[in-house]
């Protein structure tokens, strides 16, 4: 007798169970073995911070509510990544990041949707190459943080008042970059990046006109000590001139010098930038804006920019999930050619922060921070300067 579910030994609920179960067990292990292969093909990644941020600025109103975009030691940030072998040792891949607001889910750049990291990358085990949008070297943004390679900024925050970037050369993320960088981890590293400008200039200017940002690095990481430089330069656009185009502004050109040393449990660090013809004070740039000298961009156009010396010292301390850290820093600037309209030829400004992490495990961390800048005469009503600013609040990062 030939046997078949209708007269086999096992009743046919039973087979018909069987079947669901091994249908069901099959599917778990392809939908298992499609999530192994996609995690391992793009990583997800991102900082969540949020928290109460207080300022006071010097003759103006107290603000207090849910801290917003560079209001909390760290920005909210998401990204995702991708890198394929090629063989040989070579690898490829692709990054977008973009920054958002916790209070309000809004990106921070609502015409970008990766405002902070757009690049495509090729490398080895000896260096690596991107182009795309990307951050320059003198920010703690990745992937060619400079300053994060030398630990120039103990008080790990991107805030306003405790970090470096604040107050010497900081583009933040620039369109049409190339940039390279050396992958040792330790001895002596170097890199470079190169921009051509920015898509609405590219527009209005042919190539050869346009603002162009570049960097070079040059560093030794060593197990205590890191010490390098970085030299920046930024050449302006053309000033606009009824339908025609003026005179180039002058070149504006920087150099940094860093150092760090590890003691553990104490990091000390500190940064020199001296620069000429400087027309941005951190990521904020044109003289109208930076000095607070009002809308009518009546010195935007100005051939000259200014001189510029800042000094910046920081130190942090661990102590089991405990982080203290304390930065203090001093800027002096002074109009290059005519002061003619300006209500001072020279400034200076100071700032000091203390910011405090506890852990709570390795990806979690609450957070404390106060910090004071005070301009004097040129950047008296400065942008940011003059106001004390503090918060408390929690960061997860995934």
Known sequence: MVSGVGNNSTPPETNMTLKKTLTAVAAAVCAAACGTAAASDIQIYG?????????????????????????????????MKTK??????????????????????????????????????????????SAGRMPNFTCATAPYSFYGRMRANQTRSGMLGPAPAFISFN??????????????????????????????????YDWADNRHVGQIALGWVGERLRMGTVL????????PKEDKIGERKDDAMGIHLIASYDMSPLTVSGVVYLANNERRIGNNAGLDNIL???????????????????????????????????????????????????????????????????????????????????????????????????????MHKF
């Open 84 to 129: 394929e072998t090629l063989g040989n040792g070579w690898y490829a891949g692709a990054q977008l990041e973009a920054g958002y607001n916790v209070d309000s889910g809004k990106l921070v750049n609502e015409n970008r949707i990766a405002d902070r990291v757009a690049r495509v990358f090729i490398g080895n085990g000896a260096f690596e190459m």
């Open 292 to 394: 607070n000298l009002g809308n009518d961009n009546k010195f935007a156009n100005r051939a000259e920019g200014l001189d510029m010396q800042a000094f910046y010292v920081s130190a942090g301390y661990t102590m089991g999930p405990h982080y203290f850290a304390g930065s203090l820093g001093w800027l002096n600037a002074e109009l290059n050619g005519s002061t003619e309209g300006y209500p001072e030829d020279n400034g200076s400004a100071f700032l000091g922060a203390l910011v405090y992490y506890y852990s709570l495990s390795k990806r979690t961390q609450l957070y404390a921070f106060t910090s004071h800048m005070d301009g004097r005469k040129l950047l008296d009503k400065g942008f940011n300067f003059n106001q004390t600013t503090a918060g408390m609040g929690l």
């Open 171 to 204: 583009t933040g993320s620039i369109d049409n970059m190339i940039a390279f960088a050396s992958s040792n981890p330790t001895g002596f590293v170097y890199q470079a990046l190169y921009s051509n400008g920015e898509e609405a200039e590219e527009t209005k």
């Open 232 to 239: 920046s330069y930024e050449r302006f656009s053309h000033v």
């Open 47 to 79: 900082n969540v911070a949020t928290g109460l941020y207080y300022s006071h600025t010097e003759g103006g109103d107290d603000s207090l509510g849910l801290a917003a975009f560079k209001q909390t030691p760290m920005d909210t940030y998401f990204g």
